[in-house]
């Protein structure tokens, strides 16, 4: 790969260097960045979309991602480059099987392998709990962990020392001479009730216009020619911090499962800097490398490449080596290539119009009507299920991709009035993700009206919503305590957690109807109208 081009011809060559004085130089320095892995340490089949394929995902490249794939171009790019930093966005956990059965081990374990430096902790990461995490990163992370914005040093929970002790605020490199500040800033959105003073994972939450300010003044004065932001905040935030905070001088995020190719550039309001905002997409789909060049603490130039993970990327021997050990257990413990149905077409977790979806519907219906649950109405999270179902065999694997979460059924029984502020949330949050539903439902028809935001023409299995009749509802017990801001459901206390996994009556759905789709439980039929 070329060095960057510099921004005017009177600027000397930039530098690679080998640790030698770099006062008063243009030095190149390259970040390797991923982010939103989730898990995805094997390739696997899916329909690029359209923006993948714009990207360079192209659809005959298939299978896509592997970690030990993304280590090869690692690697790679390693040997292009004089300074070199790979940092992470979070989110390596929660996916695919191999965490639903090793807990994170591999995923830290071959990240390690790779080469990885620095990762920010994020929501995922305590998907199996905080006293995991803390095993798992003590025991096989050899990359450092991010969270300024986390502070677990006032809890007493047994766990929350170590982890005060494993999650740094912020790190310093000195890369042949540059020496890189690295903050890091957790999600604050998606980890459930952490606002709440007694939150169940012991963390004191450090407000970001806090914490930017005193970690970049505390590594400018260790010496930091530049400093760097590993976000799993989200775009969006990401774009407001850069424009209040100038002493960032480039933000590398994640969460929100996109990829930028040029990167955002967003100009800082009160100094107008221009700060570069990289975000290099999920599921093992990309790599990016950013290059930049800075003299005397500033940067003066970037250049960036996405690399798409396919099947014309090698994998790299020594992470192929250690995955294959965690491939061997899977294939003894589970039969994943089991074929528990087949798929006419794919299908799809949003519909095409905003409302209702193909797999979504499914999922609520077999939820609703699984024995031992059989209520009036269901509904889930639309983010619950991750990934389409590509047409063709169904096999294990392909569900646990769709649907990675341990997720159970709780019940509990819901005025009409609580029914009408459930879908009202509902069509708020979905109004803010550009009218597409966060909710799939079984039992209920309603519009979805985004532009007034509310949820009207409300029927509840053909008939029209009683505000003061009661209904009995099956949902996931991850919202049910409150997670996604689902506070309607959380503060309920009739609930009651049957303990049978969501996966296994979609699994068993699956089974019975053999072949989908089928009319009325796994098609777009309406029953969410989105209006804008």
């Given amino acids: 790969m070329p060095l960057v081009l510099l921004l005017a011809a009177c600027i000397p060559t930039a530098v690679d260097g080998d640790g030698a004085n770099i006062a008063g130089l243009p030095v190149h320095m390259t970040f ?80 390690t392998a790779a080469g990885l430096n620095a990762a920010v902790l994020a929501n995922h990461e305590f998907d199996k709990g905080a006293t995991n995490l ?54 604050l959105s998606s980890l459930n009730s952490i606002y709440d003073q007694s939150n169940s994972m012991g963390i004191r939450v450090i407000e970001i216009d806090e914490v930017i300010p005193s970690e970049a003044a505390k590594l400018r004065t260790e010496g930091a020619d530049i400093i760097v932001m590993v976000s799993h905040m989200g775009l969006d935030d990401d774009i407001e911090h850069a424009k209040k905070h100038s002493e960032i001088d480039l933000i590398l995020g994640g969460h ?54 396919d099947n014309t990327v090698p994998q790299d021997p020594e992470v192929a080596e250690i995955l294959e050990e965690y491939q061997e257990q899977l294939d003894y413990e589970l039969n994943l290539e089991q074929v528990i149905g087949y798929a006419d077409e794919e299908l799809l977790r949003y519909g095409t119009s905003g409302g209702d979806s193909m797999l979504g519907n499914l999922t609520a219906e077999a939820m609703r009507f699984t ?65 597409q539903s966060q909710a799939q439902v079984a039992g209920i028809r309603f519009t979805m009206d985004c532009k007034n935001i509310i949820a009207s023409d409300i ?45 296994d009556v979609v699994k068993q759905a699956i089974s019975g109807y053999g072949n989908l789709p089928q009319k009325g439980v796994c098609e777009e039929d309406g029953r969410i109208l989105a209006v804008y």
């Avoid at 979460?405 to 029914?419: A, K, P, W, Y």
């Fill in 134 to 187: 803390a095993t798992q990163a003590a025991t096989w992370a050899g990359f450092d962990l991010l969270a300024a914005n986390y502070d677990f040093a006032d809890s007493d929970l047994p766990y929350a020392t170590e982890l005060e002790d494993l999650i740094l605020p912020s790190v310093m490199f000195d890369v042949d001479g540059l020496r890189v500040g690295v903050i890091g800033l957790g999600n």
């Fill in 459 to 503: 029927y509840i299995n053909g008939a029209p919503l009683d505000q003061d009749g009661t209904y009995e509802l099956a949902t996931n017990n991850y919202i049910a305590h409150g997670g996604s801001g689902f506070e309607v459901l959380e503060r309920n206390t009739t609930q009651i957690d049957t303990g049978i996994s969501i996966r």
């Fill in 371 to 435: 024995p031992g649950v059989e209520t009036e109405i269901a509904l889930t999270n639309t983010l619950g299920i991750r990934a389409d179902i590509p047409a063709g065999d169904i096999t294990l694997d392909v569900l646990y991709n769709s649907m990675p979460f341990d997720n159970t059924i709780t019940t509990m029984f819901l005025s009409g009035r609580e029914v009408q502020e459930l879908l009202d949330y509902v069509t708020a949050r979905s109004t803010e993700r550009g009218c």
């Fill in 32 to 111: 390797l960045h991923t982010s939103d892995i989730h898990s995805r340490l094997y390739e696997y089949n899916f329909t690029p979309s359209f923006t993948d394929e714009t990207l360079g995902l192209a659809e005959e490249l298939g299978p896509y991602g592997g970690l030990a794939e993304i280590a090869y171009i690692l690697r790679r790019e390693r040997e292009q480059s004089g300074r070199v930093l790979h940092l992470d966005s979070g989110d390596s956990f929660q996916g695919a099987v191999v965490f639903n059965e090793f807990d994170g081990e591999a995923e830290f374990r071959a990240l």
């Fill in 256 to 309: 929100h499962h996109v990829a930028l190719d040029p990167p955002l550039v967003v100009t800082n309001e009160e100094t107008g800097k221009r700060i570069p905002i990289v975000h290099s997409g999920a599921f093992s789909k990309f790599v990016g490398r950013l290059d930049i060049v800075v003299q005397d603490g500033q940067l003066l130039s970037h250049d960036y490449q996405l690399f798409p993970v």
